[in-house]
């Protein structure tokens, strides 16, 4: 029975293809694709109905219903059968549909008449295109067998390119992957870009999606699974055992891969007339609309494993590398679920905007776009099966909103936003030399956060004093292997030679919590913001911040080297790790190696504790940098990396700021050098709200330099002060509102 049915429907593919490849109207083609299922399927009704727009699903073509309601009737999801089909993504079969629940009359239809009725989303890669239903008067329930052929159909149907074009006259939206899309996601660097997408992994594109002999496909996908398997075990045998991260996920490949219900969805589909590539990723869209109902995090992330997977046997079935022979665009917006930094590297400043389906704030790759002043969009739902290569997208990473082949409007106002930007940007340019002084006489001095090769050009461009806050880790983030000090001398040494003689503290390895080196033994901590990270890994395992120390104290070679230990929170932990530098510098001394003309070293305050640490740990600081990413988790207890909570406390929450005054005024008692280099520094508002509490240094991203100049010049910061001051004696939360208020009474 099984065989006949597959024969049967085998041969209605075959037709359908024929139709399909079929010169003629778009119209005139889906028309005579109804009367072939109706006819197949033996039932008196074949209808096909599209989305018109995200809510709105139109009739589009029909065998058996009155030809007057096509493209006249309408419903919306979840209305009627049809809409109940479209909004669950699953069949509806029945034998008596006026007496289902739900069952919506439409008399310009005329199908009071059909009793039966069997209804199927039209899917591509988890996307919902419309449903396809097939009706007839006699009472009869569809077997397995007939919805799994019909299945079929629908697979081929959804890939039709031309498939929107039939939603009627008039119609607001288009076909998917044409219509315009709205995705909101996180904010992983500010800017705004407008480009052409270029996907960074491209989908392979199914062309052959009907095979005449089913023998010859199911050999072709044993032969594609034989390589998949190896090639899954070959990536497990290269994997660290310790890393469990990616064995957990390899080991979801090679689960999948030797799944016997995966491979025997997929086997029948090809007998029932697929393709093996339509097969693949016929049961792959079945994963992806699952995916976005399933609420269990982890069972998700296997279903993300099987779609990888799923990419792969496509990519060995069709021959598709990640070389499908687009072009990338000239202004190209890289689109990807997930990138690495090295990979991001390679691409360089060619791409204009990033978005990201996953991602996070503190990732690497979200700190190389930093790095590369590229604008990031994490946490982009759907962007990867929504975007096409080429599609124009505009990306505003100030509101972490991206826009997918946007409508007229939104270019416009886009591009409005763009200009003003643009405009502003001149503005900062022209201050590039010109000191940030408050109109009270005070001057601040204006640094720059760096970390890789790439960010030195901004030295110059920015107008930076310095570098207040040079992250070493990077250099080892990015790498697949331990750099060697050789290696590390030389980085060092450009960094000073770009620097021109202008100051750079350089801040040994400052790795744990989120900065995990790829190639070191993970630790498995229960909390790893509070564990063993930074200087904690430092002292207790000294070999590589040693061999750090002698790089910078090599590369120094006769110029003037500054130093800083990141998180120290007690006195203690300063003075071993001063000792060790001492104890490298008189061993680089014994060898015969020139010495740094003069040491400045420092500690990052990033612990509430450190604050309070006794006078004589101020005096024998040579300078103290605020680590405000992290002294603001730590001070109000809410994990920077935790979306849920990160915004939820105001920098300008009076309790903070009066915090960053104490230790102003701990730092002037002792005449100790005072900066501030997390990012909040490079936030207008918190900078000027800082630098009236005392700050006189700020250190930030090399962009945020020019709009933190201009707000200072505008505004006495003694005035400033007044402001908040008034603000917090009055019992405010957080200064925010007064100052802006404030703000808007100042000359611009
Ligand atoms: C900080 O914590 O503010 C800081 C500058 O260090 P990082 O962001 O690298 O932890
Ligand atoms: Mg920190």
């Known amino acids: 029975m099984a065989d006949a049915t597959e024969s049967q429907s085998r041969a209605l593919l075959g037709r359908l293809r024929d139709t399909l490849a079929e010169e003629g109207a778009g119209q005139a083609r889906l028309d005579r694709i109804t009367h072939l299922i109706a006819d197949s399927m033996e039932t008196e009704v074949c209808s096909i109905y599209l989305f018109r727009d995200e809510d709105t699903l139109e009739l589009c073509a029909t065998e058996g219903l009155k030809p007057e309601a096509v493209h006249k009737t ?131 594109v199914v062309t052959n999606m009907v095979a005449d002999d089913p023998v010859a496909e199911l050999k072709r996908l044993q032969e594609a699974t034989d390589r998949l398997r190896i090639s899954v075990d070959e990536m497990l045998a290269r994997v660290d055992p310790t890393d469990k991260d990616q064995r957990d996920v390899l080991e979801a490949y090679r689960m999948f891969a030797n799944s016997r219900g995966w491979m025997k969805r997929i086997e029948e589909d090809i007998a029932r007339g697929l393709s093996a590539e339509a097969a693949v990723e016929k049961e792959q869209s079945v994963a ?12 998700r992330e296997r279903l993300h494993d099987l779609d990888d997977l799923s990419n792969r046997l496509l990519r060995i079935l069709s021959g598709q590398g990640r070389d499908t022979g687009a072009e990338m665009p000239a202004d190209p917006i890289l689109v990807a679920r997930n990138i690495g930094p090295g990979e991001l590297l390679e691409y360089g400043r ?46 505003d990473g100030d509101q972490g909103i991206v826009h997918l082949r946007p409508g007229e409007n939104v270019v416009t106002a886009f591009r409005d936003k763009m200009a003003m930007m643009a405009k502003a940007q001149e503005r900062y340019v022209s201050l590039r030399d010109k000191p940030a002084q408050g109109k009270c006489g005070t001057v601040i001095a204006l640094h720059m956060n760096a970390g ?65 080196l790829p190639y070191m033994k993970p630790t498995d901590e229960p909390n790893p913001a509070l564990g063993w990270r930074a200087i904690r890994v430092g002292l207790d395992k000294p070999g590589v911040m040693r061999m750090q120390l002698q790089a910078l104290i090599r590369a120094a070679k006769g110029r003037p080297l500054t130093v800083m230990f990141p998180f120290i929170a007690q006195f203690d932990e300063y003075r071993e790790a001063r000792a060790h530098l001492d104890r490298e510098l008189q061993r680089e001394a014994s060898l015969g190696h020139a010495l740094p003309e003069s040491v400045s070293v420092g500690a990052m305050l990033e612990t509430p504790s450190l604050a309070f640490a006794p006078r004589k740990f101020f005096e024998e600081t040579d300078f103290i940098s605020i680590g405000g990413n992290d002294l603001k ?20 929450n009076v309790s903070f700021l009066t915090f960053i005054e104490s230790i102003v005024g701990r730092c002037a008692e002792t005449q100790t050098h005072l900066s501030f280099c997390g990012e909040d520094a490079g936030r207008p508002i ?63």
């Open 288 to 299: 992806r609309s699952r995916m976005q109902t399933v609420p269990d995090a982890y069972l």
């Open 350 to 395: 060619k791409l204009r905007g990033i978005v990201l389906e996953e991602g996070s704030v503190g990732s690497h790759a979200a700190i190389v776009a930093r790095a590369l002043a590229i604008p990031l969009i994490i946490h982009a739902e759907r962007i990867t099966t929504e975007a096409l290569n080429g599609d124009l997208i505009m990306v």
């Open 74 to 204: 309408r419903l919306r999801i979840g209305e009627g059968l049809v809409g109940r089909v479209a909004k669950t993504k699953r069949p509806v079969n029945t034998e008596d549909a006026p007496s289902e629940r739900g069952f919506r009359y439409m008399p310009e239809t005329g199908e009071e008449i059909y009793s039966s009725f069997l209804g199927l989303p039209i899917q591509r890669l988890g996307e919902t295109l419309g449903v396809l239903v097939v009706q007839s008067k006699d009472k009869r329930s569809f077997s397995e067998d007939e919805i799994y052929a019909l299945e079929v159909v629908a697979m081929v149907l959804a890939e039709m390119a031309e498939l929107g074009a039939f939603v009627g006259e008039g119609a607001a939206l288009a076909a998917p992957h044409q219509r315009p899309e709205l995705i909101r996601g996180g904010v992983g660097q500010e800017g705004t870009a407008e480009g052409h997408v270029w996907l960074h992994e491209p989908r392979v």
């Open 686 to 748: 918190e900078a000027l709200c800082f630098a009236a509490m005392g700050l006189r240094t700020l250190s930030m991203r090399p962009a945020s330099i020019g709009p933190v100049k201009n707000l200072i010049r505008r505004v006495n910061l003694i005035e400033a002060k007044e402001v908040i001051q008034t603000a917090r004696d009055s019992g405010q939360q957080s200064v925010r509102p007064a100052i802006m208020e404030w703000l808007a009474s100042q000359p611009a």
């Open 633 to 652: 988790q730590f001070f109000f207890a809410a994990d920077r990396e935790n979306e849920r909570v990160r915004r939820r406390y105001d920098t300008l």
């Open 452 to 516: 890789l090769m790439a960010d030195l050009p901004s030295l110059e461009s920015s107008g930076a004093e310095g570098v207040g806050l040079f992250r070493t880790e990077l250099q080892f983030l990015i790498r697949n292997k331990m750099p060697r000090r050789g290696e590390l001398v030389e980085i060092y040494a450009r960094v000073m030679d770009a620097a021109k003689g202008k100051r750079v503290a350089f801040r040994t390895l400052d790795i744990g919590s989120d900065k995990v």
